[in-house]
């Protein structure tokens, strides 16, 4: 069983920032993708960003140039948010996948008021 814990949400004014973390622990094996998805209510779980072992990054468009993800160790990434936009609100799920499949954090919640 993989745990991600993910921590940094909250609230912030239009134009501020934001760095969330994700742990990943447990059962961990060859875990190679690690990412950031996004969800509002009624709407599906998009894509923010992801980063490989060797260092790959993918971004959405709509964050390319602000957003920063990065990764430390093989269990650990971040999220940097800068010139955050109140399009940016939603809450935010670590992803991992590794060997036996896809893992999901609980979410954190990140409110970008105008």
């Known amino acids: 069983q993989v745990q991600l814990a993910e921590f940094g949400g909250g609230l912030v004014q239009a134009g501020g920032s934001l760095r969330l973390s994700c742990g990943a622990t447990g059962s961990i094996f060859r875990l190679n993708v690690m990412g950031w998805y996004r969800q509002v209510p009624g709407k599906q779980r998009d894509l923010v960003a992801t980063?490989?072992?060797?260092?790959?990054t993918t971004y959405a468009d709509s964050v390319k140039g602000r957003f920063t993800i990065s990764r430390d160790s093989v269990n650990t990434v971040y999220l940097q948010m800068n010139s955050l936009k109140p399009d940016d609100t939603g809450i935010y799920y670590c992803k991992a996948i590794d060997y036996y499949g896809d893992h999901w954090g609980q979410g954190t919640q990140v409110t970008v008021s105008s």
């Open positions: 980063i490989t072992t060797d260092g790959s």
